[in-house]
C-alpha cells in the first residue's frame, strides 16, 4: 500500500488551483455535475500516473482534462447538453454581465465539443496558440483553424442579441 506522503503535493494542488480547474472542466462538460466527473476522472488518472509525471503536475492534469473532454465525442449515444452558471465567486459581476455571460455559456453548449475546447482553452484559460496545441496534442494549424470557425459560430449564435433578449432568456426582470 502506498504511503500518503508518496503524493505529496496533491493536496495543494487541489487547494490552490481546484476551483479554477473545476470551472473549466464545467465549460468543458456542459454541467456542474459533468464537470465534477470530468475533473474527478482527470485526477484519478494523474493518481494512478503519480510517480511517473515529470515536471508539472498541473499541466498533465489539464492535459487529461481537455484530452477526456474531446475524446467524450467518440460516445455514440447523445446526451443533451446544458452548460451552467459558473461560480459568482470566480467572476464577479454586474448583473447586465452575469446574463450575458449565461447566455454566453449557453450559446458555447451548441459548439463541438472540440471547439469548445479549444476556445475554452484559449479564452478561458488564456493560454496561447501553442500552448493550447500542446495540450490537445494536435499543430497550432489545428488550433487556428478551429477557434477560428468556433469564434465564426458563436457569432452567427450572437449576432441578433439585445439586453433585453438576454434579460428574458434569463428570467430577469428591468
Known amino acids: 500500500m502506498r504511503s500518503r506522503d508518496s503524493y505529496e503535493g496533491l493536496d495543494a494542488l487541489v487547494a490552490e488551483r481546484g476551483r479554477v480547474l473545476l470551472g473549466a472542466a464545467v465549460l468543458l462538460a456542459g454541467s456542474r455535475s459533468g464537470g465534477e466527473d470530468l475533473l474527478q476522472t482527470a ?8 510517480r511517473r509525471v515529470d515536471g508539472d503536475k498541473e499541466a498533465y492534469l489539464r492535459q487529461t ?43 458555447l453548449a451548441t459548439l463541438p465539443r472540440r471547439q469548445r475546447a479549444v476556445l475554452v482553452l ?18 497550432v494549424g489545428t488550433i ?6 468556433g469564434l465564426a459560430r458563436l457569432r452567427e449564435l450572437t449576432a441578433a442579441w439585445t439586453t433585453d433578449e438576454l434579460e428574458t432568456w434569463n428570467g430577469a426582470s428591468k
Open 43 to 50: 485526477l484519478e488518472r494523474l493518481v494512478r500516473h503519480w
Open 144 to 149: 487556428k483553424s478551429t477557434t477560428s470557425r
Open 65 to 107: 482534462l481537455y484530452h477526456l473532454a474531446v475524446d467524450q465525442w467518440r460516445v455514440r449515444r447523445r446526451r443533451p447538453e446544458v452548460l451552467v452558471d459558473v461560480e459568482p465567486a470566480e467572476l464577479p459581476d454586474t448583473s447586465d454581465a452575469v446574463n450575458l455571460r449565461h447566455a454566453l455559456v449557453q450559446a
Open 122 to 139: 484559449r479564452y478561458w484559460e488564456q493560454l496561447s496558440e501553442a500552448e493550447a496545441a500542446a495540450v490537445l496534442g494536435c499543430s
